[in-house]
């Protein structure tokens, strides 16, 4: 018997024999039950058209599932229409309405066609689940039409009258909409990030805002995700080097329109002191449109190299504060010979590319002058006060983690820090040695320590600086390089300066003995278990594969932002698992208005069908029909009253 203090508290959301017996029932027949499907994407990188695409088509599911259905009663062209309904359904009854295909029979026509396809989409929930996830106002009337099937004459009036009621009262656009809801949100029964959603793309912003409208989602942390969390802290390297990244890829919307950041004194500053300056090297890549706010190429090569200056000096000073973090090979800043216009980089002189840095006093060259400081100041508020942004990232905070261990799969972004020799290393941040599993623990304490201090007003400026380690450190398990060569990519001809050599474990993990040992190292069964990362592309067109250490590790990043697509080959992938096998769904290329059904591999076929039971979910139902078990037994014994 269970503690009667635990057992008295559980009565009194069961607080009688029958509705304990009744719980313990209706849970020991859900483990019963499929497993629902989880979709892993990875490298989201602002590509909201894209991402919000593959995730609202089920990365091709619902096309699928409307054939399914039909078969060959709807033309090809109708189910496509039907799925661009269910994948966008705001947008084509918003921008349609009045039309002729939108009339009372169309309306009556979709409902019924939708009721069919959520038939097929639900038949592995049961009635129960699916009514969780229906909209409140109309779980009622979607309930019964979707159960109106049988030979039951008297019932048909019933339906049809409800129908009838639906239009007559223009409930019609609600319906379908809540419909087309309720099918993507059967079929994505839990949705996992691996990471990096901001940066690059044109806005990562509209693609939180999709995440924060789904009930089940996680996110492991990216690097590029982490530089925003510090940004929104308030951390001026990592605000320098959000900014950066913005205007080298001419993503001027997400910062002005998507978080309010006032850009202006930025502008005016890098137009003024750079106003005779090509900056050459600071040309953006024009891979996307700003729709709002269209910025001149000259004038944003100007901006990137006026906050990239400052991100150098900012970076040299937080270097200095932390002599832990072992990157004073960094300070290079230090180490430019100003008259001969040379950096000392291992022994030997470079010749830079760009030599005019009005604001830098050689003297003393990591210090801001004061309009940098006066900018920085302001731009530090404009961050610290973006409302959407800390929104956002507190959604991150909330919802995300280093890593993750669900239905014995361990997902995270970048590496398990490794030697040369395949140990596990020893990192030293915080005092003392850590490795693994301990090492990411102590991590995200630490993250979620500084963003609660920063959010209560007490923030620690130096407790911050970890986001910026975290972004670009050489120990770092979400960036896993050995250094972030953006000055020697700015400034340097010389290739062999520029290559960021890859942690030890990105040799080690593709390896099936070196993958099972990372497993067991989080407690993660490596029989059947799996790795799950992002942050690397896979070189689809060289022949390199998603899928490594003979099917323990997947890499999911196939290259879903356009910067890497080229390399790729493709546009990303999103690795599908059901109750029956794991899958990859291989991505063309996103262009707007075209069906993009994906090439889907199954990967790893399943010999017996995955049960609730057997997921992390299902463990939790066992453990509670446990407790209701003894909950029951002390009603029938008398030891806690009924009410």
């Known amino acids: 018997m269970r503690d009667l203090d635990y057992l ?187 990471g990096d959603i901001f940066d690059r793309g044109p806005r990562p912003d509209l693609i939180m805002d999709e995440l924060m409208n789904l009930q089940h989602v996680d996110i492991q942390w990216g690097n590029h995700d982490v530089s925003w969390m510090g940004a929104a802290a308030g951390n001026p390297a990592c ?58 190429p000259d004038l944003a090569a100007k901006i990137c190299k006026a906050i990239s200056v400052i991100e150098f000096k900012v970076e040299s000073q937080l270097i200095r504060r932390h002599p832990e973090y072992h990157m004073k090979d960094r300070l290079l800043l230090e180490k430019i010979n100003w008259k001969k216009g040379t950096v000392r980089i291992d022994g030997k002189n470079y010749p830079l590319k760009d030599t005019y840095f009005p604001t830098i006093d050689p003297e003393d060259p990591t210090r801001l002058s004061k309009e940098e400081q006066d900018l920085m100041d302001t731009l530090i508020s404009s961050f610290r006060h973006a409302t959407r942004l800390q929104k956002h990232i507190q959604f991150v905070f909330s919802h995300g983690s280093m890593y993750l261990i669900r239905n014995n799969n361990l997902l995270f972004h970048g590496c398990v820090p490794m030697n040369e020799d395949g140990t596990f290393r020893a990192v030293n941040l915080f005092g003392k040695p850590l490795k693994a599993q301990q090492l990411m623990d102590e991590i995200e304490k630490k993250c979620i320590s500084a963003f609660l201090s920063h959010r209560e007003g007490m923030a620690d400026p130096y407790a911050t600086d970890l986001f910026w380690y975290l972004w670009c450190g050489a ?66 067109r060289k022949g390199e594969t998603p899928v490594k250490a003979k099917g323990k590790l997947f890499v999911i990043d196939g290259g879903i932002s356009k910067a890497y697509q080229r390399k790729t080959g493709i546009a990303g992938y999103t690795l599908i698992f059901n109750s029956h096998h794991l899958a990859l769904a291989e991505h063309r290329p996103f262009l707007p208005g075209e069906e993009d059904t994906p090439t889907v591999t199954e990967v790893d076929v399943f010999k017996e069908r995955f049960l609730l039971k057997d997921t992390d979910e299902g463990q939790e139902y066992l453990k509670k029909i446990s407790d209701l078990e003894d909950l029951l037994s002390a009603y029938r014994t008398g030891l806690i009253k009924q009410q």
């Open 239 to 296: 605000i320098a080097t959000v900014l950066r990244i913005a205007t080298a890829y001419n993503c001027f919307d997400v910062l002005e329109d998507g978080y309010g950041i006032n850009l202006r004194p930025l502008s005016m500053f890098a137009d003024r002191t750079y106003h005779d300056d090509p900056c050459d090297c600071f040309r953006p890549h024009l891979l996307d449109k700003n729709l709002y706010d269209e910025i001149n």
């Open 475 to 540: 120990d770092s398990p979400l960036f896993g390089k050995n250094r972030m060569a953006t000055f020697e990519n700015f400034f340097l001809d010389e290739p062999s300066l520029k290559k960021e050599t890859y942690n030890p474990y990105y040799q080690y993990s593709t390896k099936k003995e070196y993958a099972m040992k990372i497993l067991e190292s989080f407690g993660v069964n490596p029989e059947t278990g799996h790795i799950i990362n992002g942050h690397v592309p896979v070189k689809v």
């Open 8 to 194: 008295t508290l559980l009565s009194h959301e069961y607080p009688s024999a029958e509705k304990t017996a009744a719980e313990i029932i209706n849970l020991r027949a859900l483990c019963g039950m499929p497993k629902g499907t989880e979709y892993f994407f990875s490298d989201l990188h602002g590509e909201h058209q894209a991402f919000i695409h593959m995730l609202r088509s089920c990365s091709g599911i619902i096309k699928a599932k409307i054939k399914e259905t039909f078969g060959n009663d709807l033309s090809e062209e109708e189910q496509l229409a039907l799925a661009e309904l269910i994948y966008y359904p705001e947008r084509h009854l918003k921008h349609s309405a009045g039309e002729p295909h939108l009339s009372r029979d169309w309306q009556e026509k979709t409902i019924l066609q939708l009721i069919q396809v959520t038939r097929v989409c639900s038949k592995k929930f049961t009635r129960r689940k699916i009514r969780q996830r229906m909209p409140e106002a109309y779980a009622h009337v979607i309930d019964e039409l979707l159960h109106a099937e049988g030979d039951y004459p008297d019932k048909d009036i019933y339906y049809q009258e409800m129908l009838r009621s639906v239009l007559d009262e223009d409930a019609g656009y609600d319906i379908i909409q809540a419909l087309c809801t309720l099918i993507r949100d059967i079929l994505v029964d839990k949705l996992h990030i691996i």
